[in-house]
């Protein structure tokens, strides 16, 4: 007698904190389907094939107002900028900008793509710990908003390019506050032993300062500072804050400068799996706030424009990605191996460091997910999608939508076994539209010589 493992009899609305806010299951002909947006999923499958990304406008637009409300309803200034590495498309540039937001981009590529999106430089912040000359150059050119200092050897290089264009340039300087945040090791970014930005500790960042004072092609606006991704526990940043506003303090007192500019970078964590409990957007912001206001007064300091730097918790909930199930093997007693049209090649995270998703069969989403199965995708590699994933019975040709799969997974597609990148479906009132079209065999074979 063959054995099947149990799943959790979950059923899709069980999984409405994963899910983008206006999903919802409809009952089409006999089937439950998942819909977003008003639209069913299952129809956007056939239309644009699979596997496809499926965007939930109003989610997005959520979420960014949550930022920017949260924070202005209660500061005097303060800024979101879009973290565009998250979603990297034209329309998530432009969404943003429609909600006032600014845009942060990590490359010279990035900075290019975001203005042929029509976002003015003058609305973008500019940072990476090693940008090239070329990409200084680009960014002062166009007049971008803010440009982050990475490090002292970065004073130097911006200050040049700066004097050769004749103007002064915007700039924050990254520092490191030594914060070990509470997240995966390979997403900290503001700990002693990190890449990025300058050490408090060290004495960098005061050497950082002095120089860019002293220069005549630099505006030193403020500080920039970045703990980590995914982080559910707020307190990091409260303990992060306290230690800049020591800074800022010894700052001041030392050389007379008062920062403009605080720019806590992004970080706030999101719910992959129905057991995830992040910390809302508004609490956070509402944190923030706190935080701020109450450290201001303390240290007699005057109130800084606040930023703050949105990605996944922007989009990653906003997003699902359907496939379509292919081969399945049962191994008596052992898995059951579900095999989708998709995998690492339109997402990467769960190879790269383990990244957990849900899913579930959305032409039944109704149905309880009953079966334990490893989720697996079709590529040349072990290319595990979702190991022990509770899910529907499944058969060949069902579509399967694995949740939350907004943040970094568009971005870091690729062309592995000569894979066509993804379309790109953005839906809202029962509408949906293509944003980015399936990459072709031709679009590859271009760039051949």
Request: net charge negative; charged share 25%.
């Amino acid at each position: 007698m063959s054995i099947r493992f149990e799943g959790d009899h979950s059923t899709a609305m069980d999984l409405v904190r994963v899910l983008p806010r206006t999903a919802e299951v409809g009952c089409v002909f006999d089937e439950s389907h998942l819909f977003i947006g008003g639209v069913d999923t299952c129809r956007i499958a056939k239309e644009f094939g699979t596997p496809v990304m499926v965007v939930d406008e109003a989610d997005l637009r959520h979420r960014l107002a949550a930022y920017r409300d949260g924070l202005g309803n209660r500061l005097a200034r303060s800024r979101v900028c879009y973290a565009f590495k998250a979603f990297t498309c034209f329309e998530t540039a432009r969404i943003a900008a429609d909600e006032g937001c600014w845009l942060l981009v990590a490359s010279g590529e990035e900075l290019a793509y975001a203005m042929a999106a029509g976002i003015p430089a003058a609305k973008i912040v500019f940072h990476g710990c090693n940008k090239t000359d070329a990409e200084v150059s680009l960014a002062l050119s166009s007049h971008i908003g803010r440009i982050v200092v990475d490090s002292e050897q970065e004073v130097e290089k911006i200050d040049s390019i700066a004097k050769s264009h004749g103007f002064q340039a915007d700039v924050l300087l990254r520092v490191r506050p030594g914060i070990i945040a509470d997240t995966h090791e390979y997403i900290q970014t503001a700990a002693e032993d990190s890449k990025f930005g300058t050490s408090i500790a060290e004495g960098e960042s005061l050497a950082a300062i002095r120089t860019i004072l002293a220069s005549d092609n630099l505006n030193l606006k403020g500080y920039q500072f970045h703990i980590g991704s995914q982080i559910f526990n707020i307190e990091c940043f409260e303990r992060a804050f306290e230690v800049m506003f020591e800074f800022m303090q010894e700052i001041k007192q030392t050389l007379g400068f008062e920062a403009d500019e605080i720019d806590l970078g992004g970080g706030l964590g999101i719910a992959y799996t129905k057991a995830d409990r992040p910390t809302s957007i508004e609490d956070f912001t509402s944190k923030i706030c706190d935080i701020v206001l109450g450290l201001c007064e303390s240290h007699g300091l005057d109130e800084p424009l606040i930023a703050v730097e949105p990605g996944r918790s922007a989009v990653g909930n906003s997003a699902v990605t359907l496939y379509t199930v292919g081969t399945i093997k049962e191994i008596d007693g052992i898995r059951t191996y579900v095999a989708l049209d998709g995998g690492m090649a339109d997402n990467i995270r769960p190879g790269l460091y383990g990244a957990v998703y849900e899913a579930f069969v959305a032409n039944r989403a109704a149905n309880q997910r009953d079966m334990l199965a490893t989720i697996v995708g079709r590529y040349c590699e072990s290319d595990v999608i979702i190991e022990s994933a509770s899910i529907q019975e499944v058969q060949p040709g069902d579509i399967v939508a694995v949740l939350a799969t907004g943040a970094y997974c568009f971005s870091m597609s690729m062309n592995y076994n000569m894979a066509m990148r993804q379309p790109v479906v953005f839906v809202k009132d029962g509408k949906c539209r293509l944003a980015v079209r399936r990459q072709t065999l031709e679009d590859m074979i271009a760039c051949e010589v």
